[in-house]
C-alpha cells in the first residue's frame, strides 16, 4: 500500500470515529502498516493541518487517536447544535479532581477531604461516566471505591493519568489537610498546572485542563 493511500485511509478512519482509535485498531484496518509508520502518518497529517491552518488536529488521548476542533472553536459549535457548553459545576470539578488525584477512594473519605456531602455530586459524575466504581474497600460495609474512567481522559484531553499535573502528595491522615478545607488544589486551564489557592470558603469552581470544561470538540456529521 503506498504512504499516501494510507495517509488517506487513517484521516478518513479517525474523520469517522466517535471515540479515539487505538494504534492496535489502525494497525488492524490497515494490515500492511507497521505502528512506527502509522504514528509518522499521523504526525505528517497534523503538519499538513499545521500549515494549512486548520480548525482541527489530530490528538492522543485516552489510549488513541482523535480528530477534534480546537477549543477557540467551541462556543460556535456549540450555537450549531444549540446546546449549551459542556460545563461542571465547581462542587463537581473539586471532587473529580479528588478523585482522579488520590483514586481509588470511598465516598466517606472524599467527603472528609470536601468537608460535604458528596452523594448528588457523585451520581452526577457517574451519569456523565466521568467515574465508576473500582471495586470495594475493605472493612465494614464494603463501601465502593471510585475512580476516573476512559471518558474523563477523553473530556480533559488526556493520554493518561500520568498527563495529570503533579500535585504535592496529600494523604488521608493528613488532619491539617483535611481541617484546613480552605487549602484546595485548583487546576489552571491556561497553563495546564495545579497551584494551591487558599480560599475562605469552599472552592466555586475548578477550571479543566484545555477548553475552559469545554472538553474537546469532536468533530462529528450527525452531532
Known amino acids: 500500500m503506498e504512504k499516501e493511500q ?19 485498531t489502525l494497525k488492524e484496518v490497515l494490515r500492511e502498516v507497521e505502528s512506527t509508520e502509522i504514528r509518522t502518518i499521523i504526525e505528517e497529517l497534523n503538519a499538513e493541518y499545521i500549515s494549512s491552518t486548520r480548525s482541527f488536529a489530530i490528538k492522543e488521548i485516552a489510549g488513541g487517536f482523535q480528530m477534534l476542533t480546537d477549543p477557540v472553536y467551541s462556543k460556535w459549535i456549540s450555537a450549531l447544535y444549540k446546546r449549551p457548553p459542556d460545563r461542571l459545576s465547581g462542587p ?14 470511598t465516598r466517606i473519605q472524599i467527603e472528609m477531604i470536601r468537608g460535604v456531602n458528596v452523594d448528588g455530586v457523585l451520581h452526577t459524575l457517574e451519569e456523565r461516566n466521568l467515574i465508576r466504581s473500582r471495586g470495594r474497600a475493605e472493612g465494614p460495609g464494603r463501601p465502593i471505591l471510585y475512580g476516573t474512567t476512559t471518558e474523563f481522559l477523553q473530556h480533559f484531553g488526556l493520554k ?3 498527563e495529570l499535573p503533579k500535585l504535592k502528595e496529600f494523604k488521608e491522615s493528613d488532619l491539617d489537610f483535611v481541617k484546613e478545607k480552605e487549602k ?18 469552599p472552592v466555586q ?9 469545554n472538553g474537546n470538540q469532536q468533530i462529528t456529521q450527525n452531532g
Open 6 to 24: 494510507s495517509k488517506r485511509i487513517v484521516e478518513a478512519l479517525l474523520f469517522v470515529s466517535d471515540k479515539p482509535v487505538s494504534l492496535d
Open 92 to 105: 463537581a470539578l473539586e471532587t473529580l479532581a479528588i478523585i482522579a488525584y488520590r483514586q481509588p477512594l
Open 160 to 162: 493518561s493519568l500520568e
Open 184 to 201: 484546595h488544589e485548583v487546576v489552571n486551564a491556561e497553563t495546564g498546572k495545579l497551584e494551591a489557592q487558599a480560599q475562605p470558603e
Open 205 to 213: 469552581s475548578v477550571p479543566a485542563k484545555e477548553g475552559d470544561l
